[in-house]
């Protein structure tokens, strides 16, 4: 969905942000990183590395979407094009604000402006701000008059989940979008609330995600269902999202559940509300998750993955063996891999 083909560095700025107890003191820099073509690759990975696994937000406000301090300090650099050291430096100042517990780590503040890109096939530009607060440990081979030394720092893991918002413009629209990683879920409130202020943009997307979190809690906590009920069930719902443009509500209990009489009514209840055109992007990403294993004993385990697998009667056999006095399953596969 993000192509970075053309994407260039056009400005960054690294500042401190220092927890309470610290003796060091927060840093603001005045001053912008030189050598933009040196970092554009590392502050790309650092930016983009988690993409695909951010929340899809936008900016919110109580009362006025102005008072939302990163809203307006990165409008001031995105939409209007001032001054980029001032304004980012008012971004650091608020995550001080806002970083006065105890149990915040300190660490680096990176502000990266970026050019050039495409979302959706649609022209951005991308404010990244990306705390950095664990360093990893490195190991550097010096070879100086063909004299082999090795020594030790501490640096930036570009591949490292960082706090992170991306904040995207789209110019065409005056319409801002944020894509938000947290390092850790703990992170959420502080970094997602009490900093960027944003809250889950509510599109076919989001609902799409929903709806199957929905159905699959539902199928796989249920005690009416057998084992192999709930894979088949799971495997029915995928079909539903993967064929059809519109999640109805009434149709998906028709195709899924139509051969057993379910007590639907709590299902029902959380899925109405979020009926809405299926986004396909959404449906493959989250079909990875509908993984059901039927556990048999304490050391067999039957894993299977959601997929264009038909009726489980096509897979599994189940019965019981009166000579052996056990149950069993029987399974059918056309290839050993």
């Known amino acids: 969905m993000i192509d970075l083909s053309k994407c260039e560095l056009e400005k960054a700025i690294i500042h401190y942000i220092a927890n309470p107890l610290e003796k060091v003191k927060s840093v603001i820099s005045n001053n912008v990183i030189d050598d933009n073509?040196?970092?554009?690759?590392?502050?790309?990975?650092?930016?983009?590395?988690?993409?695909?696994?951010?929340?899809?937000?936008?900016?919110?406000?109580?009362?006025?979407?102005?008072?939302?301090?990163?809203?307006?300090?990165?409008?001031?650099?995105?939409?209007?094009?001032?001054?980029?050291?001032?304004?980012?430096?008012?971004?650091?100042?608020?995550?001080?604000?806002?970083?006065?517990?105890?149990?915040?780590?300190?660490?680096?503040?990176?502000?990266?402006?970026?050019?050039?890109?495409?979302?959706?096939?649609?022209?951005?530009?991308?404010?990244?701000?990306?705390?950095?607060?664990?360093?990893?440990?490195?190991?550097?081979?010096?070879?100086?008059?063909?004299?082999?030394?090795?020594?030790?720092?501490?640096?930036?893991?570009?591949?490292?989940?960082?706090?992170?918002?991306?904040?995207?413009?789209?110019?065409?629209?005056?319409?801002f979008l944020v894509f938000v990683n947290n390092r850790k879920k703990d992170d959420a409130v502080f970094w997602k609330e009490n900093f960027l202020n944003v809250k889950y943009k509510v599109d076919d997307r989001y609902k799409t995600e929903h709806l199957l979190k929905e159905c699959r809690h539902f199928i796989s906590n249920s005690s009416e269902f057998s084992p192999e009920e709930k894979v088949e069930y799971l495997s029915k719902s995928i079909e539903f999202f993967k064929e059809e443009t519109y999640f109805d509500t009434e149709k998906y209990f028709e195709k899924v559940f139509k051969e057993k009489n379910v007590d639907i009514d709590y299902l029902h209840e959380q899925i109405k509300p979020l009926e809405t055109h299926i986004a396909p992007d959404t449906v493959r990403k989250v079909e990875k998750k509908f993984v059901k294993t039927i556990v048999l004993d304490d050391d067999i385990k039957i894993r299977i993955s959601m997929g264009d697998i038909g009726g489980m009667s096509d897979i599994l056999e189940k019965g019981f063996d009166v000579d052996k006095n056990k149950r069993y399953y029987k399974i059918y596969f056309e290839e050993e891999k």
């Open 37 to 175: 073509v040196l970092f554009q690759k590392p502050f790309l990975k650092l930016s983009f590395n988690k993409f695909e696994e951010n929340e899809i937000c936008e900016f919110t406000h109580e009362s006025e979407i102005n008072l939302n301090e990163v809203y307006f300090f990165s409008s001031q650099i995105l939409k209007d094009g001032n001054d980029f050291i001032t304004n980012s430096q008012n971004i650091a100042k608020h995550l001080i604000e806002v970083s006065r517990h105890p149990n915040i780590k300190g660490g680096e503040l990176l502000i990266l402006k970026f050019k050039g890109a495409r979302y959706e096939d649609k022209e951005v530009e991308i404010l990244s701000i990306v705390k950095v607060e664990d360093k990893e440990q490195f190991l550097q081979v010096n070879n100086l008059n063909e004299k082999l030394t090795i020594s030790s720092f501490k640096g930036i893991d570009l591949k490292q989940n960082n706090k992170l918002g991306l904040i995207m413009f789209f110019k065409e629209k005056s319409e």
